[in-house]
């Protein structure tokens, strides 16, 4: 569809585009000494008025005749050719029969020609506009099919890393399980069915590209009590959670790899065990995450690893520069700081009722 006549707002601009060129047109006319201002105004008004959607045909030209593909001369032409008709059938046809309604064919007559010439131009002039429109629509579709492409395109991309990290935390926990299993399979039944419970909370997710804080804090206190089974009192959780930081909205299974590594790395390490804490805040519209454990720094293994790097690189997807995230190592203590903005605040209502109540009345607790 034309796309001046697709939105009111452009067909009002354009119309009132017209307006000076009425009043330069109706005092040409007044000019000549054949027509009063009034006279010229009450003809040229209509007339006009009547060209200013006849000149909209020209868009239909540019389309079959696109700048990029056709020759120059044809294409002027072509266009000047389109202008000559229509000015001929305006300044002709519809001119004469409006000065007949007024009762100013003769002085009409001897003007025909200057409107003629006019007419002319402003299809021209059409023509050029329409042109620079089409342009502008090229352009605007072009940016809006990358800007598309870009949006599938990290779609793709964090549905990729998401599918990564959830074959990579099962695989730890049947590990779990496998090495309970001769042990004490008491605790290795008690973990499978901690497992499932946590993978059912998962599936619930389904494909939502963001979830509250608080709902992923809830998921990761599952992986915890599920380690809680295997690592027993060596295990100690401290948190220290802002109740305005839990509705804020984070990718799926951001926060649960830090404490999986938080476990291999610093728990599983030492014999008497290790201390694992958790600082959620929020300050303005930043939202800060801290993972911090104590580890054995003769018995530590490669850092960073697939968690890690998989949480790295869904905070640069999902939030580009905006987000950051830090490792640092002091003396015993293993850090980890991500910062990214607070988004949808009043999302809190999308994790279940039952569940939040959970987040909530679980805030502070131990693990012992």
């Given at each position: 569809?034309?796309?001046?006549?697709?939105?009111?707002?452009?067909?009002?601009?354009?119309?009132?585009?017209?307006?000076?060129?009425?009043?330069?047109?109706?005092?040409?006319?007044?000019?000549?000494?054949?027509?009063?201002?009034?006279?010229?105004?009450?003809?040229?008004?209509?007339?006009?008025?009547?060209?200013?959607?006849?000149?909209?045909s020209a868009w239909y030209l540019c389309r079959f005749l696109p700048l990029r593909t056709s020759a120059i001369f044809y294409l002027l032409v072509t266009v000047n050719a389109a202008a000559a008709v229509s000015s001929a059938i305006w300044a002709?046809?519809?001119?004469?029969?409006?000065?007949?309604?007024?009762?100013?064919?003769?002085?009409?007559?001897?003007?025909?020609?200057?409107?003629?010439?006019?007419?002319?131009?402003?299809?021209?002039?059409?023509?050029?506009?329409?042109?620079?429109?089409?342009?502008?629509?090229?352009?605007?579709?072009?940016?809006?099919?990358?800007?598309?492409?870009?949006?599938?395109?990290?779609?793709?991309?964090?549905?990729?890393?998401?599918?990564?990290?959830?074959?990579?935390?099962?695989?730890?926990?049947?590990?779990?399980?496998?090495?309970?299993?001769?042990?004490?399979?008491?605790?290795?039944?008690?973990?499978?069915?901690?497992?499932?419970?946590?993978?059912?909370?998962?599936?619930?997710?389904?494909?939502?590209?963001?979830?509250?804080?608080?709902?992923?804090?809830?998921?990761?206190?599952?992986?915890?009590a599920i380690q809680q089974i295997r690592f027993g009192s060596r295990l100690r959780l401290e948190e220290d959670v802002s109740d305005g930081a839990t509705v804020c909205l984070v990718p799926p299974l951001l926060l649960q790899p830090l404490v999986e590594n938080a476990v291999t790395h610093g728990v599983a390490t030492r014999v008497d065990g290790a201390s694992i804490r958790i600082e959620i805040s929020r300050t303005g519209e930043r939202v800060a995450i801290r993972v911090e454990n104590t580890f054995d720094k003769d018995a530590r293994r490669g850092r960073g690893g697939l968690g890690m790097a998989n949480v790295r690189k869904r905070l640069e997807v999902c939030y580009g520069d905006a987000a950051s995230m830090e490792v640092r190592e002091t003396g015993d203590r293993f850090r980890v700081d991500v910062q990214f903005p607070a988004e949808a605040t009043s999302v809190a209502a999308l994790a279940p009722p039952a569940q939040r109540g959970e987040v909530q009345g679980d805030e502070g607790r131990d693990i012992q």
């Open positions: 569809m034309h796309p001046i006549l697709a939105d009111p707002r452009r067909l009002a601009l354009y119309l009132a585009a017209w307006i000076p060129l009425v009043l330069l047109l109706a005092g040409v006319l007044a000019s000549t000494g054949d027509f009063t201002w009034i006279q010229a105004g009450e003809l040229m008004v209509p007339l006009a008025g009547v060209y200013a959607f006849v000149c909209l002709g046809a519809i001119g004469w029969a409006m000065a007949i309604g007024f009762g100013l064919e003769p002085q009409y007559l001897r003007q025909r020609p200057i409107l003629f010439g006019a007419g002319v131009l402003l299809f021209d002039l059409a023509a050029a506009f329409h042109y620079a429109l089409a342009a502008f629509e090229t352009s605007r579709q072009a940016q809006a099919r990358a800007m598309q492409a870009s949006i599938l395109a990290r779609e793709a991309e964090l549905r990729a890393l998401k599918a990564q990290i959830d074959p990579h935390f099962l695989f730890n926990s049947l590990h779990s399980i496998s090495a309970l299993t001769a042990s004490d399979p008491a605790k290795a039944r008690e973990m499978c069915v901690l497992l499932s419970d946590f993978l059912r909370s998962s599936l619930r997710m389904g494909d939502r590209e963001r979830i509250p804080l608080g709902e992923e804090l809830a998921l990761a206190r599952s992986f915890l």
